[in-house]
């Protein structure tokens, strides 16, 4: 028998037949895919006459899969675990040849081993590939274009392994080789996850919107229905939204930079960039591209409450109760220079901020990081960052304004929400200036580009070895 590896050069694959275990909508999927490439495609099944439709010019072996294995040297098992058990009879036949486990399972820890590793334990003269795994049927049906190029593989057998590959290439994938067939149970365990990186950054911005929706609701609304004998419940659906909703925006950006910043200081403490990092600061790390995304997504609702303002009943209202008022008294309000600045700097400063937000989101996505280089995107999202940082802290500084003079804005002894989402922001730009300067930036470069700060007890140890 040749070996795999001759059996898959490009110029045989033309005539190669490959076989699929199961014809369910994976695996007719997988071979409609398979046969618009231009494989030859054979398919094994327990009821070979009811098997439903499946794709025009595949074949279907009446001999219950022993034909159907004969005939490939590649087979592809598309059947469910709880079904493997009948192709332990069928070992003779499959003896030599490339398993392709396909499986999931519907939960984590569903069985003591992987199923690539129980398959490989039932046919232990096959060689066994986990793969494709990762795809759905509607993947497969439409190519790789409109759903995920990636193809992952493991397997004991670097030959089977690059039988796979060649195949998974052909199909228009991007194959990742994760190693030996221990790593299965991770594979198998991927299209189990639902947004793992996204977990913290939704938690924590679920998290801090009930935290200031329910602070400022009792600080605002109660607090006027307890001490003044008003209800101003109906705030609730716009104006307390429109709070809670850029507070917690600045405040996810702010940890976006956070962590960088801490990063840099350890490096400093430390005297050299080889040490690695708390397990904690990694994983937060890992997520600021996601926490950013949120942040854009909660000031974008910010900028879309903002609009609404002029067409709001309570407004449209108090604008017209204090028009009438005017004329009856028959005065005018003076102009007050001071507060037009103070607005149009607010929104002039606010509109700059979100301008960058955008820029900061776009370039987030990959197919406009992909065309970036390294320098440019650190530029982007590293220096624009904490510029737009500091705009959108600044524009929150003009909205407080001298807010904070006035007795009459601590209700019950409770801070306003603005002043509690300035801490976060306001402590990273702090420190991310101490960064900027000379001495500790040149320090900082120096580090970063490999330089060690000495131990002098280590120095004088080395010095009396000598």
Known sequence: MKPASNLFTPAATEQEMLCIFGTGDLGRSLGQRLFQTGYKVVYGSRRPHSCGPLPPGTQVQSMIHVAAAQSARLVFVCIHRENYNFLETLAPQLKGKVLVDVSNNLKKNMYPEANAEYLQRLIPGAQVVKGFNTLSAWALQNGPSDASRQVYVCGNSLEA????IEVATKLG?????????TAARELEDFPLQLFPEWRLPLQLATGLTAFFFFYL????????????????SFRIMAS????????????????????????????????TKYKRFPDWLDRWMLCRKQLGLVALALASLHVLYTLIIPIRYYVRYRLAAHTISQIKENKTSPFDTTMAWRTDSYYVIGIL???????????SLPSVSNVLSWREFSFIQSKLGYLTLFFCTFHTYLYGWDKFLQPSSYKWFMLPGYMLSLVVPSVVLVLKLLLLLPCVDSTLTRIRQGWERTDPEQE???????
């Open 173 to 181: 994938f991007t194959v990742l080789d994760r190693g030996s067939l």
């Open 353 to 363: 901020g979100f301008g960058l937000y955008l820029l900061l989101g776009i370039t």
């Open 460 to 466: 004088r140890k080395k010095l009396l070895l000598t």
């Open 161 to 164: 392994k690059q039988a796979v």
């Open 240 to 271: 307390l939204a429109n709070k809670v909703f850029p507070i917690v925006s600045l405040i996810m950006l702010s940890l976006c930079y956070l962590p960088g910043v801490i990063a840099a200081f350890l490096q400093l403490y430390r005297g």
């Open 217 to 232: 609701l009792i600080r605002d609304v109660i607090y006027s229905y307890v001490v003044n004998d008003k209800d101003i």
